[in-house]
Nanobody, 119 residues
């Protein structure tokens, strides 16, 4: 099992930047596809970005494609989400998630970190 803990959320003005981190413990981190999801008040949780186990492949939700960057360091068991040019609509609780190679769903989740973007 993998335990995930997010950090780095906070309050930022529109146009600003934040860097979220996800620290993993437990089983071999390098065996997991990792992702960020977010959930805004009154809305369903949505996919933000993902990164393959060896960092060879990344994927982004369309609205963040040109503003967010995802990275990971398997040696340090960490994953990061660099968020630039933030917009008020990016306001949400951001969750780190892990999916073991070959698994169909993200089975491991962090507790979330709040990101608030003021206009």
């Amino acid at each position: 099992q993998v335990q995930l803990v997010e950090s780095g959320g906070g309050l930022v003005q529109a146009g600003g930047s934040l860097r979220l981190s996800c620290a993993a413990s437990g089983r071999t981190f390098s065996g997991y596809t990792m992702a960020w999801f977010r959930q805004a008040p009154g809305k369903e949780r949505e996919f933000v970005a993902s990164i393959s186990a060896n960092s060879g492949s990344t994927s982004f939700e369309d609205s963040v494609q040109d503003r967010f960057t995802i990275s990971r360091d398997n040696a340090k068991n960490t994953m990061n989400l660099q968020m630039n040019r933030l917009k008020p609509e990016d306001t949400a609780v951001y969750f780190c998630a892990g999916r073991h190679l070959g698994a169909g769903q993200f089975a491991y989740w962090g507790q979330g970190t709040q990101v608030t973007v003021s206009s």
